[in-house]
C-alpha cells in the first residue's frame, strides 16, 4: 500500500528475526527533520499508527521530529550503527549510493506521473539496490512532497540574478555542484540553523518544498518564494 502512496526514500533498518517480533515488544527509533506540523511528521504519524495497529502492540513506534536524533546524515549513521532504527531522506543518501542523486537531478522529471513511473520501474529499484548494497539499509517505500522551490529576500527571475547569492542547501554534492554552476554560492547546512541563519543574514536564502518552507516559518525571514520547481 505504501509502494503505491509515495521522493524521498523512507528507510529503515532490517528487521532480522520475525520470530523475536512475537517474543516480546519491539520499539522503533524514527527520526527525522521536519517539524510536527509537517507532511513528513504527519506521514511518519500515520506509519506509526498503522505499525501498531497491525502488530497488536508487538511494536512500538517511537517519533522523533525536527532532528531530535540529530541532523539528517547523523540519522543515517545511526541506523547504521544501529542505535535508530527508520528514518526519511533522499538525496543524501548519494554521500554512500550515488543513484540516489537521480531522484534529484533538476528538471529530470515532467511531472508526478513521470516521477512515479521511474521509482516504480527499473529506475527505482536500481536505486534501491544500490542503497541496501552501499548503506546497508532497506528502502521500504517513496514518498512524494512536493517540487523544491527557491526562498530570497529578492526576487529571482532568471539564473543571472542568483550570481553571488549566499545560498544554504543539504549536503549533497549535487545540489552544491548545481547552484555553484548557476553563480550562487551554496553552502551545505543542517537544516536546525537555517532560520536563525536567514534571520542574521548569514545566508541569503534557502530551497525547499512549499510544505516544508511553511511549516518551518521560513516566511518570517525571507520575502520570496520563487517557483522555481528545480527538483520534483
Known sequence: MLKKLITTAVLGAAIASSTSLMAADYTLQFGHLANEQNIW??????????????????????LYPSEQLGNEMDVI??????TADM??????????????????VPYAFRDSEHLHA??????????????????????????????????????IRTPDELDGLRLRVPN??????????????????????????????TLEGQENPLSLIESASFNEVQDYVNMTGHVR
Open 41 to 62: 511528521h504527519q506521514a511518519a504519524e500515520r506509519f506509526k499508527e498503522e505499525v501498531e495497529a497491525n502488530s497488536d502492540g508487538q511494536i512500538e513506534v517511537r
Open 77 to 82: 549513521n545511526s541506523i547504521q550503527l544501529g
Open 87 to 104: 528514518t526519511i531522506t533522499g538525496e543524501s543518501l548519494q554521500n554512500w549510493a550515488p543513484k540516489a542523486a537521480i531522484m534529484a
Open 118 to 155: 521511474a521509482v516504480n520501474g527499473e529506475i527505482g529499484a536500481e536505486i534501491e539496490a544500490q542503497i541496501t548494497e552501499r548503506t546497508n539499509l532497506v528502502p521500504l517505500a517513496w514518498f512524494e512532497r512536493g517540487p523544491r522551490e527557491l526562498t530570497s529576500n529578492r526576487p
Open 172 to 201: 549533497v554534492p549535487l545540489f552544491v555542484d548545481t547552484w555553484q554552476a548557476m553563480g550562487a554560492r551554496p553552502t551545505p547546512m543542517a537544516f536546525s540553523e537555517v532560520f536563525t541563519a536567514l534571520q542574521q543574514n
